[in-house]
T-cell receptor, first 112, second 108 residues
Framework: DTGVSQNPRHKITKRGQNVTFRCDPI?????LYWYRQTLGQGPEFLTY????????KSRLLSDRFSAERPKGSFSTLEIQRTEQGDSAMYLC??????????FGSGTRLTVV | QKEVEQNSGPLSVPEGAIASLNCTYS??????FFWYRQYSGKSPELIMS????GDKEDGRFTAQLNKASQYVSLLIRDSQPSDSATYLC????????FGDGTTLTVKP
């Protein structure tokens, strides 16, 4: 068990560019979650998967955000046409049945 | 009104004292309740979970749940400087909704 792995750790991009983040969950966990966190705020829910099925997507998430989890293993989160307001820490978490989350180290996105 | 409310703090206690952190929530359908600790610049780390009314103790930590009052708390006994962090309350009904955290400082 190597924990939840997120890549890259940091990403600086120019406004209008597309970015993609990857999350590798704990292999035994069938649920995978994406959250976004800004300074002084708690993590904000974006979307989650059970195996390969995307079960819920936040209403706050614009059409520029998309997530996938092919084959129920790793997941990717893509942001198209990035805006400065997208600058945040993007957190991935996984969990088994009935337990709390194990978070990855996060990807810090800076849009300039 | 936010779904999960926490006092933002900062809360400052002397070393060895009891730190008390509180959380209220609005969704009566919530079934699972969690406390996470987050050090500055790091991701949250699960420290306690509680699912039924009453107290649950784990080492220096005690979580308390009162579903009728929609209230969750975390007590940290014999607080240490290493406990200085932001504590996030999370309420779960399929996915977790987080409060904005309470920042705790334990002074030597």
């Amino acid at each position: 068990d190597t924990g939840v792995s997120q890549n890259p750790r940091h990403k600086i991009t120019k406004r209008g560019q597309n970015v993609t983040f990857r999350c590798d969950p704990i292999s035994e966990h069938n649920r995978l979650y994406w959250y976004r966190q800004t300074l002084g705020q708690g993590p904000e829910f974006l979307t989650y998967f059970q195996n390969e099925a995307q079960l819920e997507k936040s209403r706050l998430l614009s059409d520029r955000f998309s997530a996938e989890r092919p084959k129920g293993s790793f997941s990717t989160l893509e942001i198209q046409r990035t805006e400065q307001g997208d600058s945040a820490m993007y957190l991935c978490a996984s969990r088994g049945q009935g337990s709390g989350y194990t978070f990855g180290s996060g990807t810090r996105l800076t849009v300039v | 009104q936010k779904e999960v409310e926490q006092n933002s703090g900062p809360l400052s206690v002397p070393e060895g004292a009891i730190a008390s952190l509180n959380c209220t929530y609005s969704d009566r359908g919530s079934q699972s309740f969690f406390w996470y600790r987050q050090y500055s610049g790091k991701s949250p780390e699960l420290i306690m979970s509680i699912y039924s009314n009453g107290d649950k103790e784990d080492g220096r930590f005690t979580a308390q749940l009162n579903k009728a009052s929609q209230y969750v708390s975390l007590l940290i006994r014999d607080s240490q400087p290493s406990d200085s962090a932001t504590y996030l309350c999370a309420v779960d009904a399929g996915k977790s909704t987080f409060g904005d955290g309470t920042t705790l400082t334990v002074k030597p």
